[in-house]
């Protein structure tokens, strides 16, 4: 089916901040695959029309982003272990009669960026948010040993199903849901992780989903992991460094999960490296 010229896509909202295309760009000059990826802003109440237009057979695949990672599971024809297990999606393949294939590969992305020597075996986590990335993190670190997970929310009520799907999928996990607001000390966390959008260009830039008062209180050893990406040092990270705190930028894990993607669409596998100098330029080109 792969030939020369095929197209490729992601959708979400906002998406401004996205650096995929710099990401995919790279991967398929490095394998010498002619394609093209395009951003496509889609609003929820868009969602259905945007999918429509995705099969009408000038796409082979697309990316998926929020706040679509969930509702996108609606639309598949069969889904691998990782969409099973967490409900969330990001990577889809078009298929030849034009059905959906749908892969999480946030779940992989997310644990091929912890570092090797770190242990969570047995250990306890604390995430912030509910949302589509909160499952894949959750399966992540399932798959990693953690016994215990604080799930930090804005409002329990509205979290509750959420709450209830994770603890039936991960049942050997003890979760705990807090009010975000009313988050008070981090002594017994090993590895904090935020799944929210805060922090991100373009929202809440500036703000940190953790105070200096909470990231203080972490471990020696534990680590920040943030999910976000754009900017590179978040206002989150910038605290973990400030208390001198190990920490895991959004990054690598958008890396790694599209080298994964890539794999799926292609059966090709990029070299992570030479994607990553490649958004780093990117980078350094905006603040040049």
């Not at 242990?119 to 509910?130: E, H, P, R």
């Not at 953790?210 to 992991?225: G, R, T, W």
Request: aromatic share 10%; glycine share 6%; proline share 4%.
């Amino acid at each position: 089916m792969m030939e020369n010229n095929y197209k490729l896509a992601i959708i979400g909202y906002p998406i401004g901040h996205t650096l995929s295309p710099v990401l995919y760009k790279a991967a398929f000059n490095e394998l010498g695959l002619e394609y093209s990826y395009e951003v496509l802003p889609t609003l929820p109440e868009d969602l259905i029309t945007q999918i429509k237009h995705l099969r009408s057979g000038k796409y082979f695949g697309f990316n998926v982003t929020i706040p679509h990672k969930v509702p996108v599971t609606l639309f598949l024809s069969k889904y691998d272990e990782f969409v099973n297990l967490t409900g969330s999606v990001n990577v889809v393949k078009i298929e030849d009669d034009l059905s959906l294939s749908g892969y999480n590969t946030d779940v992989y992305g997310f644990m091929e960026a912890i570092p090797k020597d770190v242990d969570l075996s047995g250990k306890k986590a604390a995430i912030i948010g509910t949302g589509g990335a909160a499952r894949a993190v959750c399966a992540g670190l399932f798959y990693k040993g953690i016994s215990k997970i604080d799930i930090y929310t804005r409002n329990i009520i509205n979290s509750s199903e959420t709450l209830s799907t994770l603890r039936s999928r991960f049942d050997k996990i003890e979760f705990k849901a807090i009010q975000t607001s009313l988050m008070d000390g981090l002594e017994d966390v090993d590895i904090l992780v935020n799944t929210t959008p805060l922090g991100m260009k373009n929202f809440d830039e500036d703000n940190s989903p953790v105070d200096d008062k909470n990231i203080e209180s972490l471990k020696e050893n534990a680590l920040v992991y943030d999910i976000v990406y754009n900017p590179l040092r978040t206002a989150l990270i910038s605290k973990a460094i400030k208390y001198n705190k190990r920490y895991i930028c959004g990054l690598d894990m958008l890396i790694h999960q599209a080298v994964r993607a890539v794999e799926i669409w292609t059966g090709k596998k990029p070299d992570f490296k030479s994607m990553k100098i490649s958004v780093l330029e990117e980078f350094l080109i905006k603040l040049s």
